[in-house]
T-cell receptor, first 113, second 113 residues
Framework: NAGVTQTPKFQVLKTGQSMTLQCAQD?????MSWYRQDPGMGLRLIHY???????DQGEVPNGYNVSRSTTEDFPLRLLSAAPSQTSVYFC????????????FGPGTRLTVT | KQEVTQIPAALSVPEGENLVLNCSFT??????LQWFRQDPGKGLTSLLL?????REQTSGRLNASLDKSSGRSTLYIAASQPGDSATYLC????????????FGQGTRLTINP
């Protein structure tokens, strides 16, 4: 049972490039989400999904896109990277949205130059 | 808007001491509160989840309490060890905006041998 996995661990992008951060979980969790962690700002929700085919925006969704075609996978796409998107990105999952324990992946450290 | 505060921001204690980390939140209408540990450059590890109907939860040397009416939670660590050194984060899932966890800024704990 690997839990929540994320790839890549590190990434450097140039401004304007696009990329996809991968997230997968093997716990059959319905609820998945993406957070970014920035110094002084804490962790903030980007997008979330309550099940395959259902996604919605969090606090800071601009510049990011998500889709959820399977229960296991929840990729995060950066459409046109900007220096303001330099951050550490965490994927999380839980069995349900409100009462369940949230599990986090190891993170992806992204630098946009 | 829910706000979560953790005081102090940093704490340094000698090995073997019992210690208490504090977390306060502004809106008592919550589903649950979760304590996490984060090691430098790593993801978040879930320590304890307390549902709004519970007063406390225990796991090994850790005990978390919840006083929903006063908007407070504490994490008690018994017989601290150098391996407990990490940043400890508390996060609240509010009834309003239940899709996200609202995080505090964390307490950076150092246990000195």
């Amino acid at each position: 049972n690997a839990g929540v996995t994320q790839t890549p661990k590190f990434q450097v992008l140039k401004t304007g490039q696009s990329m996809t951060l991968q997230c997968a979980q093997d716990m059959n969790h319905e609820y998945m989400s993406w957070y970014r962690q920035d110094p002084g700002m804490g962790l903030r929700l980007i997008h979330y999904s309550v099940g395959a085919g259902i996604t919605d925006q969090g606090e800071v969704p601009n510049g990011y896109n998500v889709s959820r075609s399977t229960t296991e996978d929840f990729p995060l796409r950066l459409l046109s990277a900007a220096p303001s998107q330099t951050s550490v990105y965490f994927c999380a999952s839980s069995a349900s949205g409100t009462g369940s324990e949230q599990y986090f992946g190891p993170g992806t450290r992204l630098t946009v130059t | 808007k829910q706000e979560v505060t953790q005081i102090p921001a940093a704490l340094s204690v000698p090995e073997g001491e019992n210690l208490v980390l504090n977390c306060s939140f502004t809106d008592s209408a919550i589903y649950n509160l979760q304590w996490f540990r984060q090691d430098p450059g790593k993801g978040l590890t879930s320590l304890l989840l307390i549902q709004s109907s519970q007063r406390e939860q225990t796991s090994g040397r850790l005990n978390a309490s919840l006083d929903k009416s006063s908007g407070r939670s504490t994490l008690y660590i018994a017989a601290s060890q150098p391996g407990d050194s990490a940043t400890y984060l508390c996060a609240v899932r509010g009834i309003q905006g239940a899709q996200k966890l609202v995080f505090g800024q964390g307490t950076r704990l150092t246990i000195n041998p």
